[in-house]
């Protein structure tokens, strides 16, 4: 409830909240605001916004560009989260492995992790997806393998720092068993990092996969934002709102999720927070 | 004639900033002379090579047009006229073809085209390089040369297309003293480039532009009226729109301008629009469905598939009028091509009645089967097909499951037989026996080959009437045989045939002659000039 509160005084971070909310609302209320499929062509094409039957105008083929953001929304934040997702699981069981244990599991570990981190993110994420083929799992799979690393980084520098803690030896000294230690002591203390870290991370995996889209990597059978400014690019002179909106969609959430991440940073770093409270 | 000095000024500026460049701009032209002047155009994509006798690729086929010519050229009902023959006759059996060549005829290194170049082109070159003319060509039982301007063909049996194959895309003429005896793909002229049509490779700066000039011993006497042409690469769609919009460019063919932009640019006034000048491509959109596998196997399926497309809807939302609906596996622009066939009109109704009666029923969410959908990975144009014809199925409770993929792939994938369904653009090639009978006779059904019976379509009857119309030496006898085979395939649908796609040329409106014949763009443009 403290943090709650703390995060409220946070205006950035409430602002990030306010709009995020709005996005997700939009996500799940689509079907009902829309009740047609977002692929139908409803209209005439190139049907330009605030006129007609359609809010946001038509794309070229007719279709609601109003629709397409709505269901781009549920793909957008269905790969951000559930890749992200992917990528704590590794990123976390590693980084925890790595930073346990140490010696030589570390030092394997962490070569493995700098591989990955000399490879640039998005062309790796490229190359996954032209291979493994364009498909919602594949691009999740994609984005989850080139964000783990940090989050390994980080987990480990977090377990590197509490493993050494009088709690901590004190509780591998009364026999438990590794796991119960890493879940039942050190993680807990370890989680609000990697809960801030992870919350930026959402939005970098939108990101990436509205580019992945944009390219044409993305699920050909699914809507989303990326996929609709990278259809309407070339007809750009002619029909700005086909690629402005679905712009403005990506640019809205990236922000509101890195101002919630912001705010959370502030809210569960315990010596900013604290200072908050004095204030 | 009159300049005034403003205008002058501009020119002297241009000029000084395309010799800077290096590309020299028209400015004769631009002095109102009637002779002359720069042809500024644009290929899309830029051509691999330019020698037509091996690379057929579009672009190839374009710039090459210029470059190499051959025996005939065909009006816009497919019918022959002159090009480096002035004469020609068939024999009343339609095994003797006889040719005569005009005189003075020369390459451009300066060396005589004789009716030796003529025959090592047609015997040895293109049955060995050239995919669609080695069926063709290697019908020819002998040639001879009983003079230096005379070319006689005897065939192995009638076939009647024969006459239709000269055009310079099929049967372009190479000089033999240069590919005899050697590996003609591997030929270090072939960047060179060395043919004996109106203009000869000057320049090729590649990713930037290929710089044409004008043949000086060409054999037509005044041509070419231009000096020379140069194609620009530009592989972004809005800026080729700019380009001729601005007058940059001069001239535009094939996909350079997408659909959607189309009809604006016909708006402007100092541009003139045409589809004419495809008619011996006449190029099929269709949707080919894999006759091997369920569902496809199923004829019922296939005609439903057939009635649940709006292909009126497809061509004024997709293609934006340019095209007209494909009745039957002849396109209308081609020779045979019979209209009274079975019509699968626009009726989702139709559609699931036949899917009732296979079985298909549909579940709780509508949705009766889903069939994979292997996306034509050709540009956005065809991403957008794939779109409209998703949601043309899903009506009738059809869901199409798209599978991307590279162009490599796709070729392999479709030549394997391995789809289900994916869209495809066919050329007719002047002649049903040439561009028609390949993707339905079952001989053809050749696994590993693009452009073959890829459906797997077979039909006893429609091989045998295909062959017998091939082979006919009366054009009426033909025209029964092939609508007769028309009507069998179009109960059949082994494919769901969509449209008949046209492509804009776009041309200044100062620029003329420039589509004179069947093959459009691709011809010589001898006669192309500035007024």
Redesign the interface.
């Known amino acids: 409830m403290k943090t709650l509160a703390s995060f409220l005084r946070h205006p950035a971070g409430v602002i990030g909240l306010v709009i995020l909310t709005g996005v997700v609302v939009l996500a799940i209320v689509a079907p009902t605001l829309f009740p047609v499929?977002p692929?139908?062509?409803v209209a005439a094409?190139?049907e330009p916004p605030f006129d007609g039957e359609t809010w946001l105008g038509s794309d070229?083929?007719?279709r609601d560009v109003a629709a397409c953001i709505a269901y781009g929304a549920r793909v957008s934040l269905l790969i951000g989260v559930s890749s992200t997702l992917a990528a704590l699981v590794i990123g976390v069981t590693v980084g925890a492995i790595a930073g346990y244990f140490g010696g030589r599991v570390d030092e394997v570990l962490m070569r493995l992790v700098e591989l990955f981190q000399t490879i640039p993110g998005f062309i790796l994420a490229i190359l996954l997806v032209?291979t493994l083929?364009?498909s919602l799992s594949n691009v999740i799979l994609a984005i989850g393998a080139v964000s783990w690393p940090q989050l390994a980084r980080l987990t480990r520098a977090e377990f590197l720092r509490l493993r050494s803690r009088e709690f901590v030896q004190a509780a591998v000294c009364q026999g438990q068993p590794p796991l119960s230690v890493v879940l039942r002591h050190i993680l807990p203390n370890a989680v609000s990092p990697i809960i801030v870290t992870g919350s930026l991370m959402i939005a970098s995996s939108i990101l990436i996969e509205s580019a992945l889209s944009f390219m044409?990597?993305g699920d050909?059978?699914l809507m989303s934002w990326g996929f609709m400014i990278g259809?309407s690019r070339?007809?750009?002179?002619?029909a700005w709102w086909m690629s402005v909106f679905p712009g403005i969609a990506i640019f809205l959430t990236v922000l509101a999720i890195n101002l919630v991440g912001e705010g959370l940073n502030d809210t569960l770093n315990p010596r900013l927070s604290r200072k908050a409270r004095a204030a | 004639m009159g300049m005034n000095r403003r205008e002058f000024g501009k020119l002297g500026l241009t000029a000084a900033m395309a010799s800077v460049a290096g590309i020299p701009l028209g400015l004769q032209r631009a002095a109102g002379q009637t002779r002359g002047g720069t042809l500024n155009t644009i290929t899309h994509p830029e051509p691999a090579m330019l020698v037509t006798a091996i690379s057929q690729l579009q672009p190839t086929l374009t710039v090459g047009g210029k470059i190499y010519e051959s025996l005939l050229r065909y009006d816009f009902d497919l019918k022959p006229i002159p090009g480096l023959a002035q004469s020609w006759s068939v024999s009343p059996d339609g095994l003797t073809y006889t040719f005569k060549l005009f005189p003075n005829i020369t390459f451009h290194d300066g060396k005589p085209l004789t009716a030796d170049d003529v025959i090592f082109s047609m015997t040895k070159v293109l049955p060995e390089t050239h995919a669609r003319a080695r069926p063709i060509f290697t019908r020819i039982e002998s040639a001879e040369a009983p003079d230096p301007l005379t070319v006689v063909f005897k065939l192995k049996s009638p076939f009647s297309p024969f006459l239709g194959a000269f055009d310079c895309t099929t049967a372009p003429i190479v000089p033999k003293h240069i590919y005899e005896g050697t590996d003609f793909k591997t030929n270090p002229a072939n960047d060179k480039a060395i043919g004996c049509g109106p203009f000869k490779l000057k320049e090729w700066v590649r990713g930037s532009h290929i710089h044409l000039v004008k043949h000086e011993g060409y054999y037509r006497a005044g041509e070419p009226h231009i000096d020379e042409i140069i194609y620009r690469v530009i592989p972004?769609?809005?800026a080729r729109?700019v380009a001729l919009e601005q007058g940059t460019v001069k001239l535009t063919q094939w996909s350079d301008i997408?659909q959607?932009?189309v009809a604006?640019l016909a708006k402007l006034p100092h541009l003139d629009m045409t589809t004419k000048g495809y008619e011996y491509f006449a190029p099929h959109l269709w949707l080919e469905l894999n006759n091997r596998i369920a569902p496809m196997n199923d004829k019922r399926f296939r005609q439903a598939v057939m009635y649940a497309i709006d292909r009126n809807?497809l061509l004024k939302?997709?293609y934006f009028g340019l095209g007209k609906i494909a009745t039957g596996p002849i396109s209308s622009k081609t020779r045979f091509y019979e209209k009274n066939v079975k019509q699968y009109e626009h009726s989702p109704d139709k559609a699931k009645a036949l899917l009732d009666e296979m079985g298909l029923k549909p579940g709780a969410d509508g949705k009766r089967i889903t069939v994979p959908f292997l996306?034509t990975p050709s540009g956005?144009l065809y991403?957008?097909v794939?779109?409209?014809l998703?949601?043309s199925l899903?009506r009738v409770g059809i869901d199409l499951?798209?599978?991307?993929t590279?162009v490599a792939g796709w070729i392999q994938k479709v030549s394997n037989w391995e789809y289900s369904m994916t869209t495809n653009l066919v050329y007719q090639l002047g002649d049903p026996a040439v561009g028609v009978s390949r993707s339905y006779i079952s001989s053809n059904i050749r696994k590993g080959i693009m452009f073959s019976n890829t459906a797997g379509y077979s039909n006893p009857e429609a091989d045998r009437l295909f062959e017998e119309a091939a082979t006919a030496t009366s054009d009426e006898k033909r025209q029964e045989l092939y609508s007769a085979v028309q009507k069998i395939v179009v109960e059949d649908v082994p494919i769901a045939w969509l449209l008949e796609q046209d492509f804009p040329t776009f041309t200044d409106k100062k620029l003329k002659n420039v589509t004179t014949t069947a093959i459009g763009v691709h011809e010589t443009f001898g006669a192309v000039r500035f007024e």
């Open positions: 499929d692929w139908d062509m094409p190139f070229m083929l007719g032209a083929g364009p044409g990597l050909p059978n259809a070339s007809v750009m002179r002619q | 972004d769609a809005a729109s997408e959607y932009d604006r809807a939302r997709v996306v956005e991403r957008r794939a779109e409209f998703r949601q899903l499951q798209f599978e991307g590279d």
